[in-house]
């Protein structure tokens, strides 16, 4: 499941403010000093020394310093800016075949100490009504190492007058083209991570993460209608040069309807787009029900990814462990075990990647301490594996997990998260213009919409921001009220084609909920534009009273 | 940390406002001893808790507004987190919306924090745990569920001399109950201020009585339906409905309350006359903080929608101010009037309908008229001449909750509805809804 997690930050800030909440507010040249790493192992071998003490089987400790900075704007004023910061420890134990997990942000020695005991304890009284004891895969201790995002420019070194006014500036591009309002937030994001196991394991990680979401909104009073667009932007994972963007990071969109970013964002540009196609959305002609074939650009298509592909071949949900939230899964294990079972058609093959840089989902190790790789999911159309967490590698037969296993804070227990999961580019030479040119009947999508799915994953709901008709292989006229209904493994099946790796893109999801307590998550899906034949496109106008 | 009582609250409020020269100070502090036990599989999976309390201080020169939070309380992070908030206030831009801070207020108090609530123990939540699962073992089943308690307070205080402590503690629970083969599946949903209130075994039977019932789910055509929502299926749908209740969006044109050629809908009738629903922090049933923290502003017993009509909008001080109306505090509850009526009683006077235990993955389509798309899940049966018949495959809809509200056929009994992320605390009846357009087929279970 997608979704924004956004929460009053505290009582004591005034006005609108409506900002995620992920910790304590800190001055930003704070930000730049981080743990020592000698301070971090010692908390760790506290914690770690405890929990073997008092009998657990298996321990690991995250010590989390979690730095964020969001920036919010309407029209022509900043709203907010937000510096916050979260420390603490997280254990979590495997006594008597069961796990139990504490938190606290009292970093001292007796503190974690006393947590990794409590968290034995817990195992303990959770034990009784464990039906099989945890199985965990081996994983090779790497004595201590680190990992950082790779990135040329720091958010934290950037000042936030010049943050404020780029998005003053995005604001003032789209209020300027028809906009009547114009929203835009920087969301920022640093996680200092340091894992310790029992398996003789010091991980210290560096990541970074960044998003510059907007809506331009288009009113006509006298009609009293109301049309937004929202930015084209794709969360990345990297440095502030994600705002250099280059005329090589430019990518023309078929039939030259707007452009899109590839590697770099220009958000004044975008901004400026949208302010113009919100105005126009106002009179887009209203689409007609019926069977479209759909080509779906890389903005549009991740989360159509994200939720029929990434979260159906999540282990834990095909087993059960999501049943009461999330859902369960399609993709059952008889399923995969049959080595036949056409996902898709033929072209499409999936791969879920820890590594592609400039990702979301780019780790060196997961919160299990398991180095990040890469593997298929989906080969030719055939389901051939799914992602998994150390305690469920023996389910699939495997003899190592796939690096899987995430906590959103120190706070919170790891449990297994999706990778980077990524639609291969077309193996013909095909850009966006020849894909469209022998589409009789079709729509044009770009960019995230409305979307639902089931709790099976099969039956889905998609909107979009933009809408261009395609008739006769030219890309036309905006449409408006556009929604496809499709099943997945149908929707799969129906890919007919896809351009080439010269299109190839990620878009991504930088709230991703699941779990309970819920935690977030962020992600990123690749793909190039691609094609589907005959999809059910519904009319989503409706009036009220 | 310990939970502080309001002597202790008060003190280091008194103490934040005075280490800070800036023009007005604001202090909020909100400590939670918060646990929970998950399980899936008949088994549990995780258990946890988190016991924390945080400061938050936010200060003010003129128009320029900086706000810190910390979670220690020693006089050096106090005093760390004053010039932090200073610091930020220093660099932030002026806020031409900036609104000075609240002018002293009463707050009477409300019952968040019942005589019988109590912290608990990882045992007693391991035996939530165990009743769910028994039940549901004892029937061939499988059962996941989550049990989260949680009990604290909340203090705010500002430079103007408002202050207010409260103590509050609430529990929720919820268990999804599915059959081995995966044909059948059943939910229920429970939250309580009173722990006695509360029983697993009793709630588990309900998801576990669905889960039976469900297998074998027969295909019905898309299309509109006269349906029998119970109380958790409508509350998603109401809660998007109503976080478009606000005054400054549908003056802007920018809701589905803007009214064509400008203004807004305020008075007009736009529900069935049978709907009514007010917002009370004393409600008895529903009782949430007698203030709004953001603002610090006191709520008030307020009507939403009245025999229909839209009866307030929610005016923030910034846009009350400019448009020379009352400002009010954010809502903590919705409710909805209802009968007296079980949801069983409802679906014995239903003709041909179809009865909906939970909605899912709902989303805004069109803001505009507010189309909402989601599925229906865990529980959904055709009902026909009184009777529960059959057990039918999940639909998708899209529907919009205004239209939704004035198809309204009878209400039922009203239900807390637990946590389910909703900014509202919500007290809903179950109703039977004419003309609810489900558009396509979901073959999950």
Known sequence: ?545 | MKLLNQDEARRISDKVMALTKADECRVTISGARKGNVRYARNSVSTAGLVEDTQLAVSVAFGKRQGTAQVNEFDDNSLEKAVRRAEETARLAPENPEFMPAMAKQAFRPSATMHPNAKAFTPEYRAEVAFQSIDAARKKGLVAAGFFADSTGFECIANSNGVFGYQELASLNFTVTTRTEDGRGSGWVNRAAYDPKQFDARAASEIAIEKALRSVEAKALEPGRYTVVLEPSASSDLLNFMFNAFDARQADEGRSFLARKGGGNRLGERLFDGKVNVWADPWDANAPVLPWEQQSMMARQKTDLIRNGQVASLDYDRYWAQKTGKQASADHGNLIMAGGSKSTEQLIAETKKGILVTRTWYIRMVDPQSVLLTGLTRDGTFYIENGQVKHPIKNFRFNESPVVMLNNIDELGKPMLIGDAGSRFRMMIPAMRVRDFNFTSLSDAV
Not at chain 1, 367 to 379: A, H, Q, S, T
Not at chain 1, 393 to 413: L, N, P, Q, T
């Open chain 1, 1 to 545: 499941m997608e979704r924004r997690t956004f929460l009053k930050v505290s009582a004591a800030a005034g006005g609108t403010l409506l900002v995620p909440v992920f910790g304590n507010a800190i001055a930003a040249e704070e930000l730049l000093n981080p743990l020592s790493v000698q301070f971090k192992k010692t908390l760790a071998d506290a914690a770690l020394n405890a929990a073997t003490k008092a009998g657990a089987s298996y321990c690991d400790v995250r010590i989390g310093r979690y730095l964020n900075q969001f920036i919010t704007t309407r029209d022509t004023n900043v709203e907010n800016i937000v510096n916050t910061e979260s420390s603490g420890v997280g254990v979590r134990v495997v006594a008597n075949g069961a796990y139990g997990f504490v938190a606290t942000n009292v970093m001292t020695a007796d503190a974690v100490a006393e947590a990794a005991r409590q968290a034995v304890a817990i195992a303990r009284a959770n034990a009784r009504l464990q039906s099989e004891p945890v199985q965990l895969a081996p994983v090779k201790g790497v004595g201590e190492v680190a990992w950082a995002t790779p990135f040329t420019k720091d958010w934290r070194t950037v000042p936030v007058k010049d943050k404020a006014e780029m998005l003053i500036a995005a604001n003032k591009a789209a209020l300027g083209t028809g906009a009547t309002f114009m929203t835009s937030m920087l969301f920022q994001v640093n996680q200092q991570k340091y894992f310790a196991s029992t398996d003789g394991s010091y991980i210290d990680q560096d990541i970074h993460r960044l998003w510059s979401p907007f809506t331009a909104t288009a009113v006509d009073k006298a009609s009293g209608k109301f049309r937004t667009r929202d930015g084209l932007s794709s969360p990345a994972g990297m440095g502030y040069e994600f705002f250099d963007a280059q005329p090589r990071h430019k990518v023309r969109a078929a039939g030259g309807v707007t452009t899109l970013y590839h590697g770099a964002y220009d958000i004044v540009e975008d901004a400026r787009a949208a302010g113009r196609q919100a105005r126009e959305k106002l009179t887009a002609k209203s689409v007609e029900p019926g069977k479209y074939d759909l080509v779906l650009s890389p903005e549009h298509l991740f989360l159509t990814i994200h939720e029929s592909v990434g979260h159906a071949t999540e282990l834990d949900r095909v087993l059960g462990y999501e049943a009461n939230y999330a859902g369960t899964s399609f993709a059952t294990l008889d399923k995969w075990q049959s080595k036949k079972f056409k996902y898709g058609s033929d072209i499409v093959n999936f791969v879920a990647d820890r590594t592609t840089p400039g990702s979301l989902g780019a780790v060196g190790y997961d919160d299990e301490g398991v180095p990040g790789k890469r593997w298929d999911i989906i080969k030719d159309g055939v389901l051939v594996n799914y992602q998994a967490t150390r305690d469920q590698a023996h389910i699939i037969g495997e003899k190592a997990s796939h690096g899987c296993s995430f906590a959103d804070s120190w706070s919170s227990v790891q449990f297994q998260r999706m990778p980077n999961v990524s639609l291969a580019a077309g193996t013909k030479k095909l850009t966006p213009d020849e894909l469209v040119k022998d589409v009789k009947k079709g729509i044009y999508i770009l960019g995230r919409g409305s979307y639902s799915i089931d709790q099976q994953r099969y039956n889905f709901q998609f909107g979009g921001q933009l809408f261009y008709e395609i008739k006769d292989g030219k890309v036309t006229q905006q449409l408006g009220d556009v929604a496809y209904h499709a099943n997945t493994q149908e929707f799969w099946n129906a890919c007919t084609a896809m351009c080439d790796e010269r299109d190839w893109r990620m878009g991504g999801s930088f709230f991703d909920g699941k779990g309970q307590p819920s935690q977030i998550s962020a992600v990123s899906h690749g793909s190039s534009t691609t094609r589907f034949n005959g999809i059910n496109v519904i009319n989503t106008a409706r009036k009220i009273a």
